[in-house]
């Protein structure tokens, strides 16, 4: 994640990763979910923060989720079920569940598909917030595939030429393994930036780009600005116009309609639907000479030259891949804020607070 | 496309679609193929002038793939086949046949597959070009599946902070079937702009766009500026950064190096490699109720309130529907120039030339 979104240091506190997942766990299980559940929710947000992604890791959701919990608008040991199904396909509907937990369970329906005819494919629809969707394509990565997710939530990005909004920020993400290398694992937004990037702005006071936002007349933002305070005084532009709108609606094809489900920009709830798909390396050729050409690639990549003005070149994954050495190693860093609010909730819980690295 | 692209009024000559699928079909049979081949290869080709995607159309690639098949680099009457296969999947060593020819086959074998377990992914190396890909994806949207096809190809796209070209234009192509609607049909490069519109640009004249383009050493070139004569003078730059470069690199990712290819960064030649999936409505929900959705979102879309300066809101497959439904009545408008090489080119092969609408 870029520098702007990160924790200024002075008010970083480094947190043990095994910490701050048993913490996690005991308010997911506070909120009614079963420990395996619990488990599972915890590690996919404790992973991004792990990764750096801490868009999508605990400081941004946790509190959100357990808001969502205490309105109902999620719900805790959700009855999922599977509603259609073929040997390569899944059609899930999440009964309000957690994606950041069913994410988990969807991928690897995916992933035993695709063991037996090459490809699975699995929508989920009728369901709650996926938290970075990069960590469930990985679960396929981990198992010698290729793992595609895509969501469709939301409504916040305009379509191109467009005053109102008709899109989430819809992003996509891809993973794949390699041998020595640190793992492929692109995650992004079909908008120009991510709605939590926005707050993660705002918290720590960073300006918005041009070209990342618009008025309420649709006229793009094309000035550095602070983000503005009200939520609903700006839409997001989708990245790079007609090419980040098209991909915006193809997370809406792949993970809604195909679902069943329709789009948010014509049943706007907080319901999202999701889109996951593992392909099986074996089906189409060796595993281990994948890996190698997957090796040959990113060392040719991080060798590349830079441009003037430039360190280096990085792939996606790979500063990712760093910074889990480094959070594992040395803590999570965490806003005191936010460490300040984990006690308050630990103590009104009673359950174990955090240690500090 | 952009009215940018198009051929000037003043030079456009109207052809009839049906005349020129004669030519172009009588030109691939001069070039060694079979009648069946040559009718699909000016199916491909023709098609993408009738929507508009004059990138893609006769124009910028007729004289190409006749150079090719007079240099052996691509071959006709390929002894192309599967290599490896299970119920969901199949990889295709092409033999270096053209892909605007075989996408078809490979697409009808993904459809078929999905027919029986829900999804089908092909993936094609050692193979010629593919024309618009978007094209192929339009395959099995009109057998009522969503077709996604993404080409790896090329070395002309700089990665993010690089100064060294690392990708190929990689676009990726999206179609889905609507009820009363034009079809939703997405098809992009994850480049800034694809290299066959600077192609284009150069023969109608038009400026670079600040972004599209980087100087030898890597440095983007941020204002309007005329085409470079050299193609070898300048690279193209990643859309939007890092989120263009991380799917650029998804397409090498599903299209190269699962067909057990490597990529063009490390061995380039000017084989390409292709991904087609079909993924089959049916396996997921109602054929009926999405394709219900689909018109009322993509209705939805047409319908949204344009922000200042914008006449209309408009989704990809509109405009290219509309210069189908124009284009069909009124005939393909090529520029004067293509025309006279069209019937010098008939001339020497001894066959049929381009009547004028």
Redesign the interface.
Known sequence: MLERFKVPKEDQVRIPADSLKRTVTAFFERMGETTEFAQTAANTLVTSDLRGVESHGVSNMMAKYIEYYQEGSIKARPDWRIV?E????A?IDADSGLVIILGQKAMQIAVDK?K??????V?VFNSGHSGAIGHHAMLAAEQDM?GMVMTAAGLRT???????P?LGTNP?A?A?PAGREAP?L?D?ATS?VAMNKMWLAKRVGADVVPGWI?RE???PVMEPAPVPEDDNAFNLLP??S??????G??A???AA????A??S??NHDRENKHFFAA???A????VD??KE??D??LR??RE?????????????GLLEHEDMQDRTANGIPLHKDVVAWFDDMAAEFGVEGLERS
Chains 1, 2 share one sequence.
């Open positions: 259609r073929t040997p390569g396909t059609n695709a037996e005819v090459g490809v699975g494919v929508t290729v305009l379509p191109t030429f467009g005053a109102e008709r996509i891809i794949a492929f692109y992004a120009s618009a007349d649709g006229s990245l790079g007609h090419k980040g709108y098209g991909l609606l193809m809406e094809v792949m309609l195909l679902a069943g329709l789009p920009m014509i392909y099986n390396i089906a189409f050729t060796e000479q994948f050409n997957m040959e690639m040719t990549l590349t030259k830079p441009a003037p003005g430039h360190d280096r070149v990085l792939y996606p």
